[in-house]
Protein backbone atom coordinates (compact mmCIF):
# COMPACT_ATOMS: atom_id res chain seq x y z
CA UNK A 1 0.00 0.00 0.00
CA UNK A 2 2.81 2.34 0.75
CA UNK A 3 4.08 1.82 -3.10
CA UNK A 4 0.61 3.08 -4.14
CA UNK A 5 0.35 5.96 -2.15
CA UNK A 6 4.08 7.17 -3.16
CA UNK A 7 3.43 7.05 -6.67
CA UNK A 8 -0.63 8.66 -6.90
CA UNK A 9 0.50 11.32 -3.88
CA UNK A 10 2.20 13.21 -6.17
CA UNK A 11 -0.28 13.16 -9.02
CA UNK A 12 -3.35 14.37 -7.23
CA UNK A 13 -0.75 17.01 -5.69
CA UNK A 14 -0.11 18.07 -9.40
CA UNK A 15 -3.66 18.16 -10.20
CA UNK A 16 -4.39 20.14 -7.31
CA UNK A 17 -1.46 22.83 -8.42
CA UNK A 18 -3.11 22.69 -12.29
CA UNK A 19 -6.59 23.84 -10.16
CA UNK A 20 -5.18 26.35 -8.60
CA UNK A 21 -3.96 28.01 -11.28
CA UNK A 22 -7.26 28.23 -12.93
CA UNK A 23 -8.68 29.11 -9.73
CA UNK A 24 -6.74 32.20 -9.96
CA UNK A 25 -7.74 32.76 -13.33
CA UNK A 26 -10.31 34.98 -14.87
CA UNK A 27 -12.41 32.88 -16.51
CA UNK A 28 -13.07 28.75 -15.73
CA UNK A 29 -15.13 27.59 -18.14
CA UNK A 30 -18.34 26.38 -16.76
CA UNK A 31 -20.50 24.36 -18.98
CA UNK A 32 -23.39 22.15 -17.54
CA UNK A 33 -23.56 18.64 -17.98
CA UNK A 34 -26.28 16.34 -19.64
CA UNK A 35 -27.01 15.95 -14.76
CA UNK A 36 -27.53 19.89 -14.74
CA UNK A 37 -23.56 19.62 -12.72
CA UNK A 38 -21.26 22.14 -13.79
CA UNK A 39 -18.21 21.16 -15.58
CA UNK A 40 -15.20 23.22 -15.81
CA UNK A 41 -11.69 23.75 -17.47
CA UNK A 42 -10.10 22.51 -13.50
CA UNK A 43 -12.51 19.63 -14.10
CA UNK A 44 -11.06 17.99 -17.26
CA UNK A 45 -7.11 19.21 -16.65
CA UNK A 46 -7.10 17.78 -13.52
CA UNK A 47 -8.94 14.86 -15.16
CA UNK A 48 -6.53 14.47 -17.79
CA UNK A 49 -3.52 14.65 -15.24
CA UNK A 50 -4.44 12.25 -12.56
CA UNK A 51 -5.41 9.75 -16.11
CA UNK A 52 -2.35 10.24 -17.59
CA UNK A 53 -0.23 9.49 -14.59
CA UNK A 54 -2.39 6.34 -13.38
CA UNK A 55 -1.92 5.08 -16.35
CA UNK A 56 1.90 5.33 -16.37
CA UNK A 57 2.44 4.29 -12.79
CA UNK A 58 -0.08 1.47 -13.03
CA UNK A 59 -0.81 0.28 -16.95
CA UNK A 60 -2.75 -2.32 -15.92
CA UNK A 61 -5.03 -1.08 -13.45
CA UNK A 62 -8.15 0.55 -15.14
CA UNK A 63 -9.28 3.84 -14.35
CA UNK A 64 -13.04 4.99 -13.32
CA UNK A 65 -13.35 8.99 -13.59
CA UNK A 66 -16.27 10.90 -12.96
CA UNK A 67 -15.05 12.80 -16.61
CA UNK A 68 -14.82 9.43 -18.26
CA UNK A 69 -17.45 7.60 -16.59
CA UNK A 70 -18.93 5.85 -19.81
CA UNK A 71 -17.58 2.01 -18.91
CA UNK A 72 -20.42 -0.47 -19.55
CA UNK A 73 -20.87 -2.43 -16.31
CA UNK A 74 -20.66 -5.43 -18.67
CA UNK A 75 -17.12 -4.73 -18.53
CA UNK A 76 -16.41 -3.14 -15.25
CA UNK A 77 -18.31 -5.72 -13.50
CA UNK A 78 -15.12 -8.20 -13.54
CA UNK A 79 -12.73 -5.49 -12.48
CA UNK A 80 -10.34 -6.89 -9.35
CA UNK A 81 -9.01 -3.60 -9.26
CA UNK A 82 -9.41 -0.23 -10.20
CA UNK A 83 -8.55 3.38 -9.69
CA UNK A 84 -12.02 5.48 -9.24
CA UNK A 85 -11.36 9.21 -9.60
CA UNK A 86 -13.11 12.52 -8.76
CA UNK A 87 -11.04 14.96 -10.27
CA UNK A 88 -12.67 18.08 -8.99
CA UNK A 89 -15.06 17.15 -5.96
CA UNK A 90 -17.30 20.24 -4.83
CA UNK A 91 -17.29 21.93 -8.42
CA UNK A 92 -19.63 23.84 -7.21
CA UNK A 93 -17.71 25.27 -4.19
CA UNK A 94 -14.88 25.87 -6.88
CA UNK A 95 -17.19 28.35 -8.75
CA UNK A 96 -18.04 30.14 -5.63
CA UNK A 97 -14.61 30.50 -4.78
CA UNK A 98 -15.13 29.42 -1.14
CA UNK A 99 -12.13 27.22 -1.47
CA UNK A 100 -13.91 23.73 -0.56
CA UNK A 101 -12.81 21.20 -3.15
CA UNK A 102 -10.50 18.34 -3.51
CA UNK A 103 -8.84 16.41 -5.94
CA UNK A 104 -9.97 12.41 -5.00
CA UNK A 105 -7.76 9.13 -5.48
CA UNK A 106 -9.12 5.85 -4.54
CA UNK A 107 -8.25 2.40 -4.58
CA UNK A 108 -10.68 -0.24 -5.04
CA UNK A 109 -10.21 -3.82 -4.98
CA UNK A 110 -12.93 -6.73 -4.43
CA UNK A 111 -15.72 -3.68 -4.88
CA UNK A 112 -14.41 -1.79 -1.23
CA UNK A 113 -12.61 1.41 -1.02
CA UNK A 114 -8.80 -0.25 0.33
CA UNK A 115 -6.76 3.31 -0.27
CA UNK A 116 -7.52 7.10 -0.80
CA UNK A 117 -5.71 10.20 -1.36
CA UNK A 118 -7.58 13.68 -1.14
CA UNK A 119 -5.80 16.69 -1.23
CA UNK A 120 -7.85 20.18 -0.72
CA UNK A 121 -5.55 22.81 -2.83
CA UNK A 122 -7.19 25.93 -1.55
CA UNK A 123 -8.02 25.21 1.86
CA UNK A 124 -5.18 25.69 4.44
CA UNK A 125 -5.09 24.89 8.68
CA UNK A 126 -3.23 26.26 11.45
CA UNK A 127 0.28 23.80 11.48
CA UNK A 128 2.45 22.40 14.56
CA UNK A 129 5.08 20.55 14.05
CA UNK A 130 4.87 17.06 12.66
CA UNK A 131 6.65 13.56 12.42
CA UNK A 132 6.80 11.46 9.78
CA UNK A 133 4.46 8.10 10.01
CA UNK A 134 5.26 5.93 7.45
CA UNK A 135 9.02 6.16 6.37
CA UNK A 136 8.29 7.83 3.01
CA UNK A 137 8.80 10.89 1.99
CA UNK A 138 5.40 13.36 0.63
CA UNK A 139 5.85 16.12 -1.94
CA UNK A 140 5.90 19.65 -0.49
CA UNK A 141 3.02 21.38 -0.28
CA UNK A 142 2.92 24.77 -1.90
CA UNK A 143 -0.68 25.20 -0.52
CA UNK A 144 -3.96 23.56 0.69
CA UNK A 145 -4.12 20.28 3.18
CA UNK A 146 -3.20 16.49 1.90
CA UNK A 147 -5.44 13.67 3.58
CA UNK A 148 -4.19 10.13 2.94
CA UNK A 149 -5.13 6.39 4.27
CA UNK A 150 -5.70 2.80 3.56
CA UNK A 151 -6.22 -0.89 5.05
CA UNK A 152 -3.41 -1.82 7.40
CA UNK A 153 -2.04 1.63 7.36
CA UNK A 154 -3.87 4.09 9.00
CA UNK A 155 -5.19 7.47 8.02
CA UNK A 156 -2.75 10.63 8.16
CA UNK A 157 -3.01 14.65 6.98
CA UNK A 158 -0.45 16.79 6.14
CA UNK A 159 -0.40 20.50 5.90
CA UNK A 160 1.53 23.09 3.66
CA UNK A 161 4.80 23.50 4.46
CA UNK A 162 4.89 20.49 6.67
CA UNK A 163 5.48 16.61 7.30
CA UNK A 164 2.55 14.49 7.60
CA UNK A 165 0.53 13.03 10.95
CA UNK A 166 -1.04 10.26 11.84
CA UNK A 167 -5.18 10.79 12.66
CA UNK A 168 -8.01 9.00 13.96
CA UNK A 169 -11.42 9.66 14.37
CA UNK A 170 -12.76 11.57 18.09
CA UNK A 171 -14.49 8.75 20.17
CA UNK A 172 -15.02 11.33 23.00
CA UNK A 173 -18.32 12.84 23.05
CA UNK A 174 -18.10 14.63 26.69
CA UNK A 175 -17.98 17.76 25.02
CA UNK A 176 -20.73 17.69 22.83
CA UNK A 177 -21.50 15.82 19.39
CA UNK A 178 -20.13 17.55 16.23
CA UNK A 179 -22.05 16.43 12.77
CA UNK A 180 -20.48 18.07 9.56
CA UNK A 181 -23.29 18.81 6.80
CA UNK A 182 -23.03 18.99 3.43
CA UNK A 183 -22.54 23.04 2.58
CA UNK A 184 -24.69 22.69 -0.33
CA UNK A 185 -27.07 19.93 -0.40
CA UNK A 186 -28.69 20.13 3.00
CA UNK A 187 -31.67 17.73 3.69
CA UNK A 188 -34.50 17.79 6.33
CA UNK A 189 -34.24 14.52 7.31
CA UNK A 190 -30.19 14.87 8.51
CA UNK A 191 -32.22 15.97 11.54
CA UNK A 192 -33.59 13.06 12.22
CA UNK A 193 -30.37 11.51 12.42
CA UNK A 194 -29.16 14.35 14.51
CA UNK A 195 -31.42 13.71 17.15
CA UNK A 196 -30.74 9.85 16.92
CA UNK A 197 -27.04 10.43 17.84
CA UNK A 198 -27.16 13.28 19.75
CA UNK A 199 -26.19 16.01 17.96
CA UNK A 200 -25.02 19.40 19.71
CA UNK A 201 -23.58 21.04 17.39
CA UNK A 202 -23.42 21.23 13.24
CA UNK A 203 -20.33 22.45 10.88
CA UNK A 204 -20.75 23.06 7.21
CA UNK A 205 -18.28 21.99 4.58
CA UNK A 206 -18.06 21.32 0.75
CA UNK A 207 -16.96 18.17 -1.25
CA UNK A 208 -15.09 14.80 0.16
CA UNK A 209 -13.53 17.47 3.10
CA UNK A 210 -16.42 16.22 5.33
CA UNK A 211 -14.96 12.39 5.46
CA UNK A 212 -11.81 14.46 6.07
CA UNK A 213 -13.79 16.37 9.28
CA UNK A 214 -14.45 12.54 10.63
CA UNK A 215 -11.44 10.73 10.24
CA UNK A 216 -9.31 14.08 11.67
CA UNK A 217 -11.90 13.96 15.28
CA UNK A 218 -12.83 17.78 14.36
CA UNK A 219 -16.54 16.21 14.07
CA UNK A 220 -17.93 12.91 15.16
CA UNK A 221 -20.69 12.19 11.86
CA UNK A 222 -21.15 12.60 8.82
CA UNK A 223 -24.96 11.77 7.40
CA UNK A 224 -26.01 12.52 4.20
CA UNK A 225 -29.27 11.94 2.66
CA UNK A 226 -29.44 12.73 -0.61
CA UNK A 227 -27.83 10.76 -3.68
CA UNK A 228 -24.16 10.84 -4.43
CA UNK A 229 -22.05 8.67 -7.35
CA UNK A 230 -19.07 6.53 -6.05
CA UNK A 231 -15.79 8.54 -7.25
CA UNK A 232 -17.67 11.19 -4.77
CA UNK A 233 -17.31 8.98 -1.74
CA UNK A 234 -14.38 6.16 -2.66
CA UNK A 235 -11.46 8.32 -1.11
CA UNK A 236 -12.97 9.84 1.77
CA UNK A 237 -14.23 6.06 2.66
CA UNK A 238 -10.99 4.78 2.77
CA UNK A 239 -9.49 7.73 4.50
CA UNK A 240 -12.29 7.18 7.41
CA UNK A 241 -11.98 3.65 7.64
CA UNK A 242 -8.49 3.30 8.01
CA UNK A 243 -8.83 6.75 10.70
CA UNK A 244 -11.42 4.02 12.71
CA UNK A 245 -15.05 5.28 11.61
CA UNK A 246 -17.97 3.24 11.03
CA UNK A 247 -19.64 3.63 7.63
CA UNK A 248 -23.00 2.08 6.75
CA UNK A 249 -24.74 2.09 3.19
CA UNK A 250 -21.41 2.65 0.66
CA UNK A 251 -20.82 0.24 -1.83
CA UNK A 252 -18.47 -0.11 -4.85
CA UNK A 253 -18.30 -0.89 -8.50
CA UNK A 254 -22.50 -1.45 -8.68
CA UNK A 255 -24.35 -1.38 -11.68
CA UNK A 256 -25.95 2.31 -11.10
CA UNK A 257 -23.01 3.57 -9.36
CA UNK A 258 -25.54 6.11 -7.82
CA UNK A 259 -25.29 5.93 -4.07
CA UNK A 260 -28.51 6.60 -1.35
CA UNK A 261 -27.78 7.85 1.83
CA UNK A 262 -24.78 6.83 4.32
CA UNK A 263 -23.48 7.46 7.43
CA UNK A 264 -20.01 8.13 8.59
CA UNK A 265 -19.60 7.88 11.95
CA UNK A 266 -17.21 7.64 14.94
CA UNK A 267 -19.38 7.21 17.94
Known sequence: MKTYLEKIIPIAVKAGETIMDIYHSADFGVEMKSDNSPLTLADRASHDIIVEGLKKEFPGIPVLSEEGRDIPYEERKNWEKFW???????????????????????LIENNEAVLGV???????NNSEPAEDSLDFETPYLKSGTLYFGGTGLGAFMQFKGDKYRRISV?????????????RSHAFPEEETVFEKYGVTETISAGSSIKFCRVADGSAHLY???????????????????????????????????????FLVKSI
Do not use: C, M
Not at 175 to 181: C, D, T
Open 84 to 106: LVDPLDGTKEFIKKNDEFTVNIA
Open 223 to 261: YRHGPTNEWDVGAGYAIAKAAGAEIEGLQFNKENVLNGS
Open 118 to 124: IYSPALE
Open 170 to 182: NKDKSNGVIAVRS
